[in-house]
């Protein structure tokens, strides 16, 4: 099971809206709406930011929001901030054998 | 609160034998998953496997079936991650992460998180 793909480095401006693709296959993103993105400061654990595709735990900011189209699903972050700098890690179910796979992780720039 | 707190950083030696832990609290241990993740330096997450505490039933990655086992002992609310030989490739971050509540729909997320247990595999 490979991991899902992401782009490696995504950066905005202060204010601007960014967002973070993360590509699987038919076995893992395209069949399950159980997508979920981490947030990772350096040096941290990961923290949680949305599960089943587009749900935003308790306590997370509304700036952060998911989607999925067919086999890729993505993270959008509106009004960047400073402290939204941080790796950024997708994550999908993939079946009974595998079942899960993270994505390649993006870097997060502000600039 | 809830939490998982993991054991403290180890420096091992290639073919030596390691168990880590990661002990939860503020919760029903045996209500939730926990899966282990490797972090290699510098690299993404990658999702191991997990254990039900409850029944110690487990899944792994097909990349870690066989060279690590995972287990639990839910009296002392402690799961456990353990290699019988190890290889510097095993070098890495390893955190514990628990799966969320079935019914609010978290259960295929990871929604507590430890606080990592740094392992250094060297001669």
């Known amino acids: 099971q490979s991991a899902l793909t992401q782009p490696a480095s995504v950066s905005g401006s202060p204010g601007q809206s960014i967002t973070i693709s993360c590509t699987g296959t038919?076995?893992?993103?395209?069949?399950?709406?159980?997508v979920s993105w981490y947030q990772q400061h350096p040096g941290k654990a990961p923290k949680l930011m949305i599960y089943?595709?587009?749900k935003r735990p308790s306590g997370v900011s509304n700036r952060f929001s998911g989607s999925k189209s067919g086999n890729t699903a993505s993270l959008t972050i509106s009004g960047l901030q400073a402290e939204d700098e941080a790796d950024y890690y997708c994550c999908s179910y993939a079946g009974s054998s595998t079942l899960y796979v993270f994505g390649t992780g993006t870097k997060v720039t502000v600039l | 609160e809830v939490q998982l707190v993991q054991s403290g950083a180890e420096v091992k030696k290639p073919g030596e034998s390691l168990r880590i832990s990661c002990k939860g609290s503020?919760?029903?241990?045996?209500?939730?998953?926990i899966s282990w993740v490797r972090q290699m330096p510098g690299k993404g997450l990658e999702w191991m496997g997990r254990?039900?505490?409850?029944?110690?039933?487990?899944n792994y990655s097909p990349s870690f079936q066989g060279h690590v086992t995972i287990s639990a002992d839910k009296s002392i609310s402690t799961a456990y991650l353990q290699w019988s030989s190890l290889k510097a490739s095993d070098t890495a971050m390893y955190y514990c992460?628990?799966?969320?509540?079935?019914?609010?729909?978290?259960?295929?997320?990871?929604?507590?998180w430890g606080q990592g247990t740094m392992v250094t595999v060297s001669s």
């Open positions: 038919s076995s893992d993103v395209g069949s399950y709406n159980l």
């Open positions: 089943e595709v587009s």
């Open positions: 254990i039900d505490p409850s029944d110690s039933y487990t």
């Open positions: 992460a628990r799966h969320g509540e079935r019914v609010a729909g978290l259960r295929n997320a990871f929604d507590i």
């Open positions: 503020g919760y029903s241990f045996t209500s939730y998953w």
